[in-house]
Every structure is written in structure tokens, then in C-alpha cells.
């Protein structure tokens, strides 16, 4: 990310977890309802929320609910009936949510849910792993992962103006202790500023007991398939949306963003590719790789529905070897990440590159730069990948 | 924002102004909610048959006038039945299952005395060319006379004392009952075209020919003989009747007691005899009762009271003996016993191995239970083991002869004796008429009456009811007490009395509490009529409304 210099004086610098940059960012997002439920280590969110509504400070209508899956349930009626709305959830959290998300994204329901990402049981842990969230990548919600509480902060505030564009839930996806626990200075936009980016939710169809007209009642076959079809539409249109959205942030802010964000990629023979995280990380490991004269570059993927395929197989035609880190393990198959950049450089004939799948930092083992240069140096030393994903141990 | 999304717009809405009415989710329906008017615990167990919930509802809505008239539809006399009555209706409580029961009798009380500081009787028209004979004017004679009076009959009230009340006035105590609140209630209860005859004894003043002249008579003449104990000695001097020194205590007498008593009986009588000799002075009250403590008839607050007071209590003996000093009584010999009946169903002792017991006493004063005196009716009444012979109705098998009370019942409470009493002047209207009187009124087009069911405690979904401590009857100090008549408990105030009414389930009638409507999943429930209407459209037969319904008064009913 080149960060530009612009007038940005509606800005203030905290120190923050990037719990309390997500909660500050549903502050400033004005939700009206925000049903919650505690879950580790997303709680903290759910806290400060609390506290800001103590305080006067938030407005919305908090609802302390008995399940994840109630909040959700809440979340979209409140949605339809035209509020905007705000929840946050982990782990086993949003996998008790699952049937909701289908609906929500269903309906139509433009919902911001933060997601920190922390492995699921059996065993229980409290450690960061992506599945939670990548599991749920069938359901129609934009996924949007995030690196820093700078980018948590900013990302929330963007997926409310592309979800609410595109009429579908949007989902912003920080981890577990890395990201969720950490202090860190983080720029905090004051509400004019907020205001000039993100309008308030006024849809065009909303659930009002004054004009009585129903929704989601029972579809024929040829019913539910356009509506199915219509999603898919609508997520063409939120790839451009996160463009458009990342570009007016970092016009009012001084950081814009992107679907894909690239990292001395331009001439690199190998390129990492990596989501959240790790990619700060893998940013640091780029340097000192070329310091040793090693044509390395890094592609962070910040947006994985709708996943980028186009911008994807674009930008890495040139490359040789592109080596995907995946905090994740799709039993049975391998890094999920890694699968569908595969797919989307297949399906764009990008046939000249070999895509190497790495799988580090399950559970919440730290990866550090120096595991990131071992793995590179790993895939130089390699003619064509294995069949099978590398695992870090086998390093 | 607005965004054209062209062929990524939303769809899965409906056309404006179509909703979900048009989908008939009632076709997937085998059964379906009903709304019920059942019976609360509290009134099927109320001898008077008083409809607790609904009046103590009216109360909590600010109408007492409509509570009081909803009393005395069944009972004229709840300022006197909110302080004697033994409260069936608490025990059977749903409410007891959960933080203690309602206190009904202190409501009763409360609205009795609204009503007689506040109330205006209504004083019925004789409408009807019947003249019906009440004889006796204790809670059974008073009650067929009050409701007579209300179905249109005129009415002979013949009393054997000088006043009126019966075991009312001569038999409870006035810091049980007060006098003022006896006569006040017996008043509005008697309307002015009812002729009252005192000093007519049955069999000395009133002949059996006399009655015979009328076109009904209800006989109410009460139970009056006290109960012997057969043991030697009983008739020496010293000894006496609990109930005949309570009719003196009650006349304005002050019987000589000695500064030693000892009380034969373990009964609200007994009770009422002790706490009455604590309050004329005399210094040592033994009572002497066969049950243990938990299985004494008297009130368990009443032998709580009679403690506080200073009366002793030996459970689990009998008499065995008087002792006498030249003529006169001085003390009694008592064993460890049991309690036992005769054939007859008279209580006896039976004694069991252990050392006797001698109380030193200059009196003693038996009260082991009344019988009716049966002597003074003529051979054509039917009786059976010392009681007249009556149906449910009160009907003996006598044309046109009724009775009810202590005389033809062993059910020997006010409350039962008011519930007889009812009943007899509606089995009277029947016979006379052909009529039978109206049920009572359903709260609704919309609701069905189901009187035969009974609400249980499971029907109550609790999750609707904070715990709330059940409000207590202030009690004047026992050293005050004993000082006077002054009645003993203290009635509740308005906000402890409202306070108590909101902790009324309102078992098996709906009370508009929205949760039906609120819950129905298919939107299928409406408010109508001051109450709720059921889609048959759209039910789908769920239970969702009967389980969230707080007071069972939802029912599920089959379509098959």
C-alpha cells in the first residue's frame, strides 16, 4: 500500500486494539440496530460497544441476544425493515450463525458483521485460523480480510457503503490476538468526515407496516433461481464497488484501497500471495528477499467474495512462480487461498505460472519473516509444485 | 446510496400491498388454539364458589364496585368471610407452587370492607308470587335469603335468638370478627322486603304447620348441642361448654373462669375459647388437643396466635378423668392418645401406653364439636347419622323442603355454610320456577367457557411472573391484644393490596396480555372485541400462543 499524502484534518490518532478500531467504526457507522453476543475474541468489540452506548455515545438499539444465531436472525429483520445494522462474532459464533448467513444474503439484507477469525473446535483453541470465516464462502456474503486495527477501522466503514450499493451482507474479517489484541495508532476519521463517505441507509424497499407488501414468501423453482442470479449479478457489481469505495476512502483519508493490493510485484519472478495478517509479514520478507537479489513481490488479497479472479490473473501473468500462504487447511484438499487462485488463473488461461500452496501458521503458530523467506527460497529451489500442499513443518 | 443495480435488484417482495395474508398456512393445520374461559384453582375450591380470579382482576383494574358486586354474586358476606374464612381457595393456589400462594382471604377482606364503607347494595324487587321460609339466620340461613331476594322471592326469616347472625354473632369471637362489620354486612345483605321474625324457636315458636303454609322452607337450624366427652366427672362444677361461654362472652357476660382453665378440643372453637379466656384475665389456658400440632383443625395461624397470646398447647392426649374437690372441679387427668370415632362418627380417644398428665384446674370448658338438634323436626324430614338428608342442591326428600348449614353437613366452616346456603336458594328457584340460573358470563364472543377444566400449576408459564413475596396481615402485639376485643389482624392498605392483586396469575382467563399475538408466527392472531381472534387461514396449528400464553387460558382443540 503507497500511502499518499493528502489534508486529512478530520482525523484523530488513538492507540487501539483492532477490537476497539472495529468498535469505533461501528460507531461512526451510526447503526440503529446492533444485536450482539459475546464470543472470544471478539468480545472486546461487543464491550466497547456497550460501553460507547453507556456513555451516550452510540445510538443504536443494542440488543443482547442468547445465540449467535438470534443475533443474525436480528440483523436481518432489523435489515429489512430498513435499519442499518452492526454485529461482530468468532469461531464458533459464526458457524452456529451459518443458516443465517445463507438468508441474509438471500434477502438481500446489506448486514456488516466483523469476524475475527480463531480456530474451531474440537480442540479448543483461541488462536487465529481463517476457516471459520472461509467456510462460509458459499453463502453470499462479501468477505473482506484485513491486516492492521488501521485497516479493520477503515474496511468497516467501506463494506457499509459497498454492501448497502449492492444490496448483500458484507463481512470484514480481522484474527485472533494478532490483530483483535494488539495496540496499535490508529487514525480515527471524525464523523464529518464519515458522513461525506458513507450517506445514511435509505433503501427502496424496506418492511413498513404503513405500506404492507411482504417478503420471502415461498418461490417457485424459476423465482428462486432469478433471485439466485441476481446475487451473482450483484456481486459483479461489488467488485467494482470495493474499488470505488477503497479509492473515495483514500481520497478523503490519505489510505486508499483496493480488491488486490500489490507489493513490488512488477518485475517479480516470484510473487507471495497471502490474506490478512501474514501479509504485513510477507511485506517485510519482499524487502529483505530483494535485498539478497531475489525478484520477490507480494499480492495481498483483501477481498475474497466476490473473489478478483480478472484482476487476479492480470496482474500475475508475468510472474513464474506464485506461492500462496494459506493460515488454513481445507481437510482433505489443502488451502483454500490457494485453491481459488488456481482456479482464477486457470479460468483466465494464465497457464504459464506454477502456483505453490504453502499451509503455515495453523492454529495460531507465528509466522515469522524469516519462515516467509524460507518458504520463497523454498519454491525458487523448486521445479513445479508437489501435488500436495507444503506444509511449513516439512521446511 | 442510490445505485441502479439493474439485473442485480432485489427480488423475493412482494407487489406493494400484497403481504403474507395471502399465504393460507392454515391447510398444513390439524388442531387449533382455542380461547378458553376455565376455572382457576382458587374458585374450585372455594365452598362459596366465589370467582377469585375474575374479581380480584376487576379489583386490579382500579373497579372495586365491580369486584364487590362480583362477590357477591356467589357471597354476600366478604368483609366477614375475608376474616373467618378457613381459605381453601390459598392451599389450592397455583401461585403456592411457585412463591406462595395469593392472599386471597386478606383481598377479601380488603374489598368486603371497601364495599361496606363504599358500596351501595342493590335492593331487588319482589317479582315473583312465591314466599319462601328461612329458618335460622346463621351464614347458610342468611345466604338463601340474599339470593332468594335477588331471584325475585319474598321472604320469612325466622330466627330462634334476638339478632341475627347465628354462629356469626354468638359463636366467633369479636376480635375475630367485629360486631360493627357483622351487622353492617347482614344489613346490606337483607333487603328491605325481607320480614324478619326473632325469638321464633323451631318447635317452640315456629310450628312445623306454620312452614308448611309456605311454598318452600330451607332449613338452617345449625348444629347447637356441644359434644360430650363421656369421661367421669364431666358434671361437676367448674365444667362447661366451650361454645355455650362463647355465646355468653359474645352477649356482653363475664363468666367466673378461676385463674386455672384447661381446653378440651383442637378446633378453631377451641381456639377462640382459650385466646377469648387470655383476654378476660385468666392467667394459665391449657389446651388439650388430641391431634399433633400440624393435624389440629384450627387455622395453623389461629394456633400460632393462641401461643403468642400465652395459651398452652399439649398435643396428643385424651381425657381420661376429671378430678373434683368437694363438688367442684380441680383439675383433669389426661394420657397419651390418639384420635378415633365412634360408629356414630362422634370423636373418641384412643389411649396408647404412657404416663398420664394432671393439669391442675379450677374450670374446664369442653369444646369437642357440636351436634344438630334434630329433635324439633318432624318425623317427615329425613336424617341420617345426626345431619338432615340433602342432595347436592340442598333438596331433602321432603317437596319442597331444603336444608343446609351445620344441620345437614359435617363441613362445619362459615364459607361451606354460605356455599349451601347459595345453592339452596338456586335448587329452590328450580322448583319453584322451572329455571335454572344463568352461567356465568363468558368474557367474550371469542372465548368458549370450559368451567369443568381446572387450570394447573403446568399451564402457567412462569417466565411471565417475577417472584414477589406474598403481602403479610399486620398483627397487633399479643400483649396489646390481650387487653381487649379489639380485633387482632389489621386489613391490608390500597398499595398492599394492589400489590398483592398483581401477583394474581389470573389462572384460565385471558386478560389481553398481547403474548399470543405477539408470538403467532404466522401473524394469524388479531385483536378483536376486546380480545383476540384466530385465523383459520393461517394457524397452522403450532401451540406456540398456548405455550406462551402466562395463565392457561389458550386450549388446544382437534380438527380430526
Known amino acids: 500500500m503507497t500511502p499518499v499524502r493528502v489534508e486529512v484534518p478530520q482525523q484523530s490518532r488513538m492507540l487501539l486494539t483492532g477490537n476497539h478500531a472495529v468498535a469505533y467504526a461501528a460507531l461512526l457507522a451510526r447503526p440503529q440496530v446492533i444485536p450482539v453476543y459475546p464470543i472470544t475474541p471478539q468480545t472486546p468489540i461487543l464491550e466497547k460497544l456497550l460501553e460507547l452506548a453507556d456513555r451516550g455515545e452510540l445510538a443504536g438499539e443494542l440488543i443482547t441476544v442468547e445465540s449467535e444465531h438470534s443475533a443474525m436472525a436480528a440483523c436481518i429483520a432489523a435489515s429489512l425493515a430498513g435499519a442499518r445494522v452492526f454485529t461482530a462474532t468468532a469461531s464458533q459464533g459464526i458457524a452456529l450463525m451459518h443458516e443465517m448467513l445463507h438468508y441474509a444474503a438471500g434477502a438481500r439484507a446489506p448486514v456488516v458483521m466483523a469476524n475475527v477469525n480463531r480456530t474451531l473446535a474440537s480442540p479448543w483453541g483461541f488462536w487465529p485460523d481463517q476457516t471459520d470465516s472461509l467456510a462460509q464462502r458459499d453463502t453470499g456474503w462479501i468477505q473482506l480480510y484485513c491486516e492492521s486495527a488501521q485497516e479493520a477501522l477503515d474496511t468497516v466503514l467501506q463494506a457499509y457503503r459497498v454492501a448497502e450499493s449492492v444490496l448483500l451482507p458484507a463481512m470484514v474479517v480481522t484474527e485472533a490476538m494478532y490483530i483483535s489484541h494488539t495496540l496499535e495508532p490508529v487514525e480515527v476519521p471524525g464523523p464529518e468526515l464519515v458522513a461525506r463517505f458513507l450517506p445514511p441507509y435509505e433503501p427502496a424497499l424496506r418492511l413498513d407496516p404503513a405500506r404492507p407488501r411482504s417478503f420471502g414468501g415461498t418461490s417457485t423453482p424459476a423465482q428462486w433461481r432469478a433471485n439466485r442470479l441476481a446475487m451473482q449479478a450483484a456481486m459483479g457489481q461489488a467488485l467494482e464497488a470495493v474499488d470505488e469505495a477503497g479509492t473515495l476512502w483514500g481520497e478523503l483519508t490519505g489510505r486508499p484501497y483496493a480488491s488486490v493490493e500489490r507489493y513490488r510485484v512488477d518485475d517479480a519472478e516470484l510473487a507471495l500471495v497471502t490474506a490478512g495478517g501474514i501479509a504485513g509479514t510477507a511485506r517485510e520478507a519482499v524487502d529483505r528477499l530483494r535485498d539478497h537479489g531475489v525478484a520477490a513481490g507480494l499480492v495481498k488479497l483483501r477481498l475474497f467474495r466476490p473473489f478478483p479472479a480478472a484482476e487476479l490473473a492480470d496482474l500475475l501473468w508475468p510472474v513464474r512462480k506464485v506461492v500462496v500462504i494459506d493460515r488454513n487447511c481445507s481437510v482433505g484438499s489443502g488451502g483454500i487461498f490457494a485453491q481459488e487462485v488456481r482456479a482464477a488463473l486457470h479460468a483466465h488461461q494464465q497457464s504459464g505460472a506454477y502456483v505453490f500452496s504453502y499451509i503455515a501458521g495453523l492454529g495460531g503458530v507465528n509466522v515469522s519473516p524469516e519462515r516467509v523467506v524460507q518458504i520463497a527460497r523454498d519454491a525458487l529451489g523448486r521445479v513445479r509444485p508437489p501435488q500436495e500442499p507444503i506444509l511449513e513443518e516439512s521446511l | ?560
Not at chain 2, 392 to 404: D, E, I, N
Open chain 2, 1 to 560: 446510496m442510490s445505485v441502479d443495480l439493474g439485473s442485480a435488484r432485489p427480488l423475493g417482495w412482494s407487489e406493494p400491498g400484497r403481504t403474507t395474508l395471502e399465504i393460507k398456512t392454515g391447510g398444513w393445520r390439524t388442531r387449533r388454539p382455542a380461547y378458553v374461559e376455565a376455572t382457576a384453582p382458587c374458585r374450585a375450591a372455594c365452598p362459596a364458589g366465589e370467582p377469585i380470579a375474575r374479581w380480584i382482576e376487576r379489583a386490579r383494574l382500579g373497579d372495586h364496585a365491580g369486584a364487590w358486586a362480583l362477590i357477591r354474586e356467589e357471597n354476600p358476606f366478604p368483609a366477614i368471610t375475608g376474616r373467618v374464612c378457613a381459605h381453601p381457595c390459598e392451599s389450592a393456589c397455583n401461585r403456592g407452587q411457585y412463591d406462595g400462594a395469593v392472599a386471597i382471604n386478606g383481598l377479601e377482606r380488603f374489598i368486603g370492607d371497601w364495599g361496606l364503607e363504599h358500596g351501595t347494595p342493590a335492593r331487588p324487587a319482589i317479582t315473583r308470587a312465591e314466599c319462601v321460609a328461612v329458618v335460622g339466620s346463621g351464614p347458610a340461613g342468611l345466604a338463601c335469603t340474599y339470593h332468594l331476594s335477588r331471584l325475585g322471592y319474598r321472604v320469612h326469616l325466622f330466627e330462634a335468638e334476638h339478632e341475627l347472625g347465628g354462629l356469626l354473632r354468638y359463636g366467633i369471637p369479636e376480635y375475630r370478627l367485629p360486631r360493627a362489620v357483622l351487622t353492617r354486612e347482614i344489613e346490606f345483605a337483607i333487603a328491605p322486603d325481607v320480614e324478619v321474625f326473632t325469638g321464633r324457636r323451631l318447635g317452640e315458636d315456629l310450628s312445623w304447620s306454620t312452614l308448611a303454609a309456605y311454598d318452600a322452607a330451607f332449613l338452617a337450624t345449625g348444629a347447637t348441642l356441644p359434644m360430650r366427652l363421656r369421661v367421669p366427672g364431666e358434671e361437676a362444677r367448674g365444667t362447661g361448654h366451650g361454645l355455650t361461654f362463647l355465646r355468653h362472652v359474645n352477649a356482653g357476660a363475664v363468666p367466673s373462669l378461676g385463674r386455672r382453665l384447661v381446653v378440651v378440643g383442637g378446633g378453631s372453637t377451641a381456639m377462640d375459647v382459650a385466646r377469648s379466656a387470655r383476654r378476660l384475665g385468666v392467667p394459665s389456658v391449657t389446651v388439650l388437643a388430641l391431634e399433633a400440632r400440624e393435624d389440629m383443625p384450627a387455622q395453623p395461624e389461629e394456633v400460632a396466635e393462641a401461643l403468642s397470646e400465652g395459651v398452652e398447647i399439649v398435643n396428643g392426649v385424651g381425657v381420661f378423668s376429671f378430678l373434683e374437690d368437694s363438688g367442684g372441679v380441680s383439675g383433669v387427668v389426661a394420657r397419651p392418645a390418639r384420635l378415633g370415632r365412634d360408629d356414630a362418627g362422634a370423636v373418641l380417644p384412643l389411649f396408647e401406653p404412657g404416663a398420664s398428665l394432671t393439669v391442675e384446674a379450677d374450670g374446664v370448658l369442653v369444646s369437642v364439636g357440636q351436634r344438630a338438634d334434630l329433635s324439633r323436626l318432624p318425623a317427615g324430614v329425613l336424617c341420617d347419622s345426626g345431619l338432615i338428608v340433602v342432595n347436592g342442591g340442598g333438596a331433602t326428600p321432603t317437596r319442597h323442603v331444603f336444608a343446609g348449614g351445620d344441620a345437614a353437613s359435617n363441613q362445619r366452616t362459615v364459607t361451606h355454610a354460605i356455599g349451601a346456603g347459595t345453592r339452596a336458594a338456586r335448587s329452590i328457584h328450580a322448583a319453584l320456577s322451572g329455571s335454572t340460573s344463568a352461567a356465568d358470563p363468558a368474557p367474550g364472543a371469542w372465548a368458549l367457557p370450559a368451567p369443568e377444566h381446572v387450570v394447573g400449576f403446568s399451564e402457567i408459564n412462569v417466565h411471565y411472573f417475577r417472584r414477589v413475596r406474598r403481602a403479610r396481615r399486620r398483627q397487633r402485639p399479643p400483649d396489646q391484644r390481650l387487653r381487649s376485643f379489639v380485633e387482632t389482624a389489621g386489613g391490608f392498605d390500597e398499595e398492599t393490596a394492589a400489590a398483592e392483586m398483581a401477583r394474581c396469575f389470573t389462572c384460565g382467563r385471558c386478560v389481553g396480555c398481547d403474548n399470543c399475538y405477539i408470538f403467532c408466527p404466522d401473524m394469524a392472531v388479531s385483536r378483536v372485541d376486546g380480545g383476540y381472534r384466530i385465523s383459520t387461514d393461517h394457524c397452522k396449528g403450532c401451540g406456540l400462543c398456548i405455550e406462551e400464553c402466562p395463565r392457561g387460558s389458550l386450549h388446544m382443540v382437534s380438527e380430526r
